[in-house]
């Protein structure tokens, strides 16, 4: 089963920044491993996407376009806890971005 959602050009591109640092830490119990797992097949899908955009550079500028997301259910619900537990974000903007995401991945996964 596959959860899909809609999001901006601008989302996409602050949530492969995020979950950029997953490659390079160092889970130390078997659920910090799983949660690790997981979301480098996340990102792998999210990185895609964000090269696309950069190719079509068009696509960043323009408000109104969306880009379409689709995770497997497990994908989307350590996705939606690894972005609820962190705090790490000091500007606002993606803050808002992130809380963004965090909403809509609440409202497929209910």
Do not use: G, W
Not at 6 to 29: A, F, M, Y
Not at 48 to 66: G, M, N, R, V, Y
Request: charged share 30%; with cysteine; glycine share 0%.
């Amino acid at each position: 089963m596959r959860i899909e959602f809609k999001t901006t050009p601008e989302s996409v591109l602050i949530l492969n920044q995020v979950l950029s640092d997953i490659c390079s830490s160092r889970p130390l119990t078997t659920k910090e491993k799983v949660t690790k797992c997981i979301l480098i097949d996340v990102f792998k899908m999210v990185d895609s996407k964000a090269k696309d955009l950069k190719i079509k550079q068009t696509a960043l500028f323009d408000k109104k376009k969306q880009i379409k997301m689709s995770f497997k259910i497990s994908q989307a619900y350590y996705l939606y806890r690894f972005l609820s537990n962190i705090e790490i974000f000091n500007d606002t903007h993606v803050k808002f971005h992130i809380q963004k995401i965090i909403n809509l991945l609440d409202q497929k996964l209910c």
